[in-house]
């Protein structure tokens, strides 16, 4: 559980906060004292038991000893393939955490060293929203962290099998073209099911006047997908133009949240944006590209029956796509458990390995196209 800042109305009121030349304002995240995180035991029969100082999760400065973290997105994943999930924290205004589970239920906060705690020039970003893919089709991990506006998104890509992370948002195309906007929501996801993770932004201002003071801002803001037109280290992201995505699509909004799921069930992702001061946004996908699919929702056993942290692989032309099983992405956002995985024009059956969060695996050979499969641990499973 990531907790933002230590604020009250007495501290807000007695600041007086207030946009250049203009009316009161939101207060800036530096002029609040930060706030741990917390990890929550979860001891059976509802009750649950805080295990955050003995998990090492409670970072303070070095100097005062307070909390550090301002925090608005986390999101889960395997960094560096020894079985047990690491978590991702994105921070507003102050470093992002990397930390990385040692399995018996102490982290140790590593984003530093990792390289994902600061942008190229050692400065800490806006941070909010975050979602972490393999979006190569190889065994690299991308970690996309949606950033304050004049600041570009972060693309954080895994170098080699250590757990160390380079920001290639500028080399891949993602960062120029994400400066100018305020993003919240980002989300990875096959829009177009060529094979290829897109890349999808919620975006709008915190300030309602703040074209008043700054004529390039604007509190409404068009939401924007990202296409992943390349493979392997060629990726690049393409912004889709308005009259591809349609006009509901690019309609401006003061966007928070991004989610996908299948809704009309026709195998690709519908989204679901969320704003603030009006209400959601539901957006079929209606793409008619002709292209395959396979979805693959798991059934897993006893006290993880959604096998949340599986992963799910295929080889396909595009190469060998995984999908983490996480509801935890995006911001203040749950995506659907089925994972969905686009084959291109690829229309044969695939063979689907899954990778079970008790460290098993089960091998699931010739699973037809166009349809969803429920896959549950094969009883001859490896471990």
């Known amino acids: 559980m990531c907790n933002y800042v230590a604020w009250s109305r007495d501290i807000d009121r007695a600041q007086d906060f207030r946009l250049v030349g203009g009316g009161r304002a939101y207060g800036r995240p530096q002029n609040f004292g930060g706030a741990f ?8 029969a509802g009750r649950f038991t805080d295990t955050s100082a003995d998990a090492a999760i409670r970072v303070r400065n070095a100097a005062t000893g307070v909390p550090v973290g301002k925090s608005l997105g986390l999101a889960f994943d395997d960094l560096d393939g020894d079985g047990a999930l690491d978590v991702v924290v994105a921070n507003d205004t102050v470093q992002n955490f990397l930390f990385r589970n040692s399995g018996d239920g102490v ?14 020039e050692g400065k800490a970003r806006g ?19 949606g950033n ?16 160390q992370f380079k920001d290639d948002a500028v080399s891949n195309g993602l960062g120029p ?19 290829r993770l897109d890349i999808l932004a919620a975006n709008g201002h915190l300030e309602e006047d703040i074209n008043k003071v700054q004529k390039t801002q604007f509190y409404e ?20 133009p308005a ?37 959601a946004r539901l957006l079929r996908n209606d793409q008619a ?75 699931h050979p010739g699973l037809a196209v166009d349809t969803l499969h429920t896959l549950e641990p094969a009883a001859t499973a490896a471990r």
């Open 107 to 120: 982290f140790e906060e590593v984003g530093n060293l990792a390289g994902v705690a600061y942008d190229v």
């Open 127 to 145: 941070a909010m929203g975050i979602d972490i893919a393999r979006f190569r089709n190889d065994d690299e991990i991308g970690i996309v962290i």
């Open 177 to 195: 073209e994400t400066r100018q906007e305020l993003t919240f929501g980002v989300l990875f996801a096959d829009i177009d099911l060529d094979g």
């Open 37 to 44: 995180p917390r990890l929550w035991r979860n001891d059976g």
């Open 221 to 240: 803001q068009s939401p924007e997908l990202f296409w992943n037109c390349g493979a392997g280290e060629a990726t690049e992201f393409r912004p889709a």
């Open 148 to 163: 304050f506006s004049n600041e570009m998104n972060a693309l954080y890509v895994s170098q080699g099998s250590q757990m």
């Open 243 to 279: 009259e591809l995505v349609g006009s509901d699509f690019h309609r401006p909004l003061v966007g928070r949240g991004v989610a996908a799921a299948d809704i009309d069930g026709d195998g690709d992702s519908d989204l679901i944006l969320t704003a603030s001061g009006s209400g």
């Open 289 to 363: 590209s002709g292209h395959h699919w396979v979805r693959v929702r798991l059934a897993g056993a006893g006290a993880n029956p959604d096998a949340i942290g599986a992963l799910v692989t295929v080889k396909t032309a595009a190469g060998v796509e995984a999908r983490r099983v996480s509801p935890t992405r995006s911001y203040q956002s749950q995506c659907e458990l089925p994972v969905t995985i686009g084959l291109g024009m690829a229309g044969g059956p695939v063979d689907v390995r899954v990778d079970w969060p008790d460290g098993s695996t089960s091998d």
